[in-house]
């Protein structure tokens, strides 16, 4: 079992910036393809940002492409995701995910528009922007 904890949301104005983490216990995330995810009030799941196991690919979804970067440290078992440039349509609640390296791919994840079939998920952190 792999418990995720997410950590660093927060309150920031229109154009600030914030950095999510997202620290792994029970098992080392090395083997593990992960991904953010978001849900907005009254809104469905989306995907965010997705990382291969090796951090070599990276994927993102259109509305934070250029603002958002996904990255990953195995040594501290931690994901990262740098939020700049935020906007008031980013405020929404904000998870981690991980998924087996055998059962998808970072393409995979980036793919799946509601992360369904991932195999662990964090509790979220909220992240709210005030224009």
């Known amino acids: 079992q792999v418990q995720l904890v997410e950590s660093g949301g927060g309150s920031v104005q229109a154009g600030g910036s914030l950095r999510l983490s997202c620290t792994a216990s029970?098992?080392?995330?090395?083997?593990?393809?992960m991904g953010w995810f978001r849900q907005a009030p009254g809104k469905e799941r989306e995907f965010v940002a997705a990382?291969?196991?090796?951090?070599?690919?990276?994927y993102y979804s259109e509305s934070v492409k250029g603002r958002f970067t996904i990255s990953r440290d195995n040594a501290k078992n931690t994901m990262y995701l740098q939020m700049n440039s935020l906007k008031s349509e980013d405020t929404a609640v904000y998870y981690c995910?991980?998924?087996?390296?055998?059962?998808?791919?970072?393409?995979?994840?980036?793919?799946?528009?509601?992360?369904?079939?991932?195999?662990?998920w964090g509790k979220g952190t909220l992240v709210t922007v005030s224009s």
């Open positions: 029970g098992r080392t995330i090395s083997n593990y393809n």
């Open positions: 995910s991980a998924v087996s390296s055998g059962r998808k791919t970072a393409t995979d994840i980036a793919h799946t528009s509601d992360g369904r079939d991932m195999d662990y």
């Open positions: 990382i291969s196991f090796t951090g070599v690919s990276t």
